[in-house]
């Protein structure tokens, strides 16, 4: 128990009034931001439920015990308003209190993910009385005036009817669940976009595309000028940095000024929504993005959605929402966190690929040492907890090293290793190097002696974390690691053991020398297994 809650604990014995813990939140260790859960940082080693896995209590019933067994501490898993909302006004809270007494039972804590208006652009989780009054709550329009599967983000009666809902959640769960924090998070929606079409033809979407671009978001661009994203530098800055005008004349005729008006619209929707959610209980919030794929077109993808190109529309329209998060199924996963992960957007993955991708171990490792991330969970965990591939060992690490992780976050004495992959799956397994403390550390993913790939080699990944002046923790698999002193001299090995964390005790097994440190030479963290050697540097000259 962490001393924050022993001291909650108390007071409540103290007084016989129970306490509300302090909900978790998020909150800065030096360039980090963290998930603090009763007083303490979280890492959350997470998965994904299935989209209609959490709507049945039975069908999940065998997957929870499983899901920690593979070393998740979270399942981050769907609240569908269709089912908390049957009738207005009339809440049935039994989804969300099923999955509240699944994951207690089991050690795990949950993130829930809202589909509420909308879920991958379209808005199927409504409920019914949604979903049949067209009148009260319209679609939006393709330019010949016929509706689509996606409510308006231009209806008020919309907001105001998610937001009631959502309002109601968070109500509920600060009520049944503001104890006991089994709820770390919330999403709101999922994968927010317009397809088939740039922009909303509604009636009310087409009064708001005639209005000049709002002054909010023409301030926010002005003050940010210096740090927009490249494609806002593209649609704005080098079109003039206009200051007044029509999306048009601000950020390009066609497509691309219709597509920041969508983005300005949904945002606001969201941060309205995000909003009134945490007057009831402010959880933090975030919104995750379905990406788009290279040279699509608007209107080929989720338009409009907190897109690379899109994040200063999303951080100026909804500055409720605590962070973006990218689900990421492409292969340049390296490339894409980089854009994601900013002093004003901390890193979560709520979809790194599906559960059953073998780059998913690596990525988590790498978002995390690399990124600092608050947490990672592929898609469709139900789906492999019978057959969890590399995903196990590599959570079994990461729960291990988990206090490491923390306190190293945002300091300097982490770094995130994987090689780089490009969209088209080419890669580029060059070695990786980092200073950490006063030593400087080389990563290579293929035989030294021998440097190709192989179809593993994508998998490839590790963390280092400094531990002491000399030690390190050096975790992960298809790596071989050197270093040598920043201020001169050579490096070499005091001791390297490898071994495991039981209760946050370290274990040791074998003590490595001779052929597993080529006589000295370096670290080798073998394929297949994720694991851990506790490392002890010296210099000599
Ligand atoms: C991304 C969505 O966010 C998920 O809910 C699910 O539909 C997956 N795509 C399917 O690949």
Not at 283 to 289: A, D, G, I, R
Not at 400 to 428: E, M, N, V
Not at 438 to 459: H, L, S
């Amino acid at each position: 128990m962490g001393l924050a809650r022993a001291l909650l604990l108390a007071a409540a014995l103290a007084t016989g009034v129970p306490t509300q813990a302090e909900p978790p939140h998020l909150r800065q260790q030096g360039s980090a931001r963290q998930l603090v859960v009763g007083g303490e940082p979280f890492l959350i080693i997470g998965g994904e439920l299935s989209n209609s896995a959490a709507s049945s209590e039975a069908w999940m019933a065998p997957h929870w015990a499983k899901l920690r067994a593979m070393h998740l501490n979270t399942v981050l898993a769907p609240v569908s308003w269709e089912l908390v909302e049957p009738e207005e006004g009339r809440f049935d809270w039994r989804s969300v209190d099923s999955l509240l007494r699944a994951a207690r039972a089991n050690d795990l804590k949950l993130v829930l993910l809202w589909f509420g208006a909308w879920k991958n652009s379209m808005s199927t989780y409504a409920p019914s009385w949604v979903k049949r009054d067209q009148a009260r709550f319209p679609r939006a329009a393709l330019p010949d005036g016929r509706g689509v599967d996606i409510l308006s983000p231009f209806a008020a009666e919309t907001l105001a009817a998610d937001s009631r809902a959502f309002a109601a959640l968070m109500a509920h769960l600060k009520q049944v669940d503001g104890e006991a924090n089994t709820v770390l998070m919330v999403q709101v929606e999922n994968e927010i976009g317009m397809l088939p079409v740039v922009r909303d033809y509604s009636p009310a979407a087409n009064a708001a595309f005639a209005e000049p671009v709002p002054r909010e978001l023409v301030d926010h661009l002005v003050a940010h000028r210096d740090a927009l994203v490249p494609g806002m530098q593209r649609m704005w800055l080098e079109r003039g940095a206009k200051t007044s005008g029509s999306w048009a004349e601000l950020f390009g005729a066609g497509d691309a000024g219709a597509e920041v008006f969508t983005a300005w619209h949904f945002a606001r929707f969201a941060d309205g929504l995000t909003r009134a959610g945490k007057a009831a209980y402010p959880l933090p919030m975030y919104v995750n993005v379905a990406l788009n794929r290279p040279g699509r077109l608007p209107g080929e993808y989720p338009s409009g959605g907190p897109l690379p190109h899109l994040l200063d529309v999303w951080k100026a329209g909804a500055p409720a929402v605590d962070f973006i998060a990218p689900d990421i199924y492409f292969a340049n996963f390296v490339e894409i966190v980089d854009w994601y992960h900013r002093p004003d957007n901390p890193l979560f993955i709520p979809e790194g690929h599906n559960a059953d991708n073998p780059t998913g171990p690596a990525n988590a490792v790498y978002a995390i040492g690399a990124h600092d991330a608050l947490g990672f969970a592929p898609f469709s965990i139900d789906s492999v907890d019978d057959n969890p591939g590399g995903l196990k060992s590599a959570y079994a690490m990461l729960e291990q090293l988990a206090p490491f992780i923390l306190a190293a976050q945002g300091t300097g004495r982490i770094k995130g290793f994987k090689p780089r992959q490009a969209y088209d799956d080419s890669l580029d397994f060059a070695p990786d190097v980092a200073v950490i403390g006063d030593y400087r550390f080389t990563v290579a993913y293929a035989d030294i002696q021998r440097p190709v790939a192989n179809p593993q080699t994508a998998g490839y990944g590790a963390m280092i974390i400094q531990t002491g002046p000399e030690d390190y923790l050096i975790a992960g698999q298809g790596v071989t690691v050197t270093f040598e002193p920043v201020n001169g001299g050579s490096a070499g090995i005091d001791k390297a053991w490898e071994g495991r964390f039981e209760n946050g005790t370290w274990v040791p097994d074998r003590l490595l020398n001779g052929d597993q440190t080529h006589q000295g030479r370096h670290i080798a963290l073998y394929a297949g297994e994720w694991k851990i050697q506790q490392v002890r540097l010296y210099t000599y000259r």
